[in-house]
């Protein structure tokens, strides 16, 4: 079965400052991996997914992921925070198709921008 | 394309009283997956559907909990009788099988119970 580690349930960061959010993830196959992100009392917006082929994805306002197989790893980053993104961020993993299609989820993160 | 319809966005009800939550999936999305979000238990899976097919319900919390997809493009899902423990906000989302899969969620219906 699938699972989603995310390292610190908060973390801050100053306006400017790199993000990474960190994300581990447990699969017996090659996993399929996604970043959502949600912002206070609305729903869940997609940042960025990986499927197959290039292991650095890149997503919505200038996040991006890299997929590390061998550290089962895909961490969120963005060179520089903007106060706009403060917000609960969650990685999640899905199986292949022809294994399934449960999408499940880490227990999320926090981000808080300082200005 | 209007995304995924949940309604109601927000629901009080009585404990003890039937709550009935709806969901339309993008149209030609042949999956629908339930999941209940509190703060304590973060983003649950409760159940998903594949060409309206119930197939994997294991994270349904009680037989108070039922859902339903009568048909491509409604589910439901039914909590009776409703306990204050219930109290979450529910998300219902969509996808394809294709392999540049897209898991689309609707705004949520966040319930109260009472």
């Known amino acids: 079965a699938q699972s989603v580690t995310q390292l610190g349930s908060h973390v801050s960061v100053s306006e400017g400052a790199l993000v990474l959010l960190r994300c581990n993830y447990s699969?017996?196959?090659?996993?399929?991996l996604f970043w959502y992100v949600q912002y206070p009392n609305q729903g869940l917006q997609l940042l960025l997914k990986?499927?197959?082929?290039?292991?650095l994805v890149k997503g919505i306002n200038g996040f991006e992921a890299e997929f590390k197989k061998s550290e089962t790893s895909f961490h969120l980053t963005k060179p520089s925070a903007h106060m706009s993104d403060a917000a609960e961020y969650f990685c999640?993993?899905?199986?292949?198709?022809?294994?399934?299609?449960?999408?499940?989820f880490g227990a999320g993160t926090i981000l808080r921008v300082k200005s | 394309d209007a995304g995924v319809i949940q309604s109601p966005r927000h629901e009080v009800t009585e404990m003890g009283q039937e709550v009935t939550l709806r969901c339309k999936p993008i149209?030609?999305?042949?999956?629908l997956f339930w999941y209940r979000q509190t703060m304590m238990r973060g983003l649950e899976l409760l159940i998903y559907?594949?060409?309206?097919?119930?197939?994997?319900d294991s994270g349904m919390p009680e037989d108070r909990f039922s859902a339903k997809m009568p048909n491509a493009s409604f589910s439901t899902l039914k909590i009776q009788p409703s306990e204050p423990r219930d109290s979450a906000v529910y998300f219902c989302?969509?996808?394809?099988?294709?392999?540049?899969?897209?898991?689309?969620f609707g705004s949520g219906t966040r319930l109260t119970v009472v």
């Open positions: 989302a969509s996808s394809t099988r294709d392999r540049g899969r897209l898991f689309t």
């Open positions: 699969s017996s196959v090659p996993p399929y």
């Open positions: 990986y499927t197959t082929g290039a292991t």
């Open positions: 999640a993993v899905s199986d292949p198709p022809e294994y399934g299609n449960k999408l499940v």
């Open positions: 149209s030609g999305h042949d999956y």
């Open positions: 559907f594949n060409n309206n097919v119930p197939i994997d």
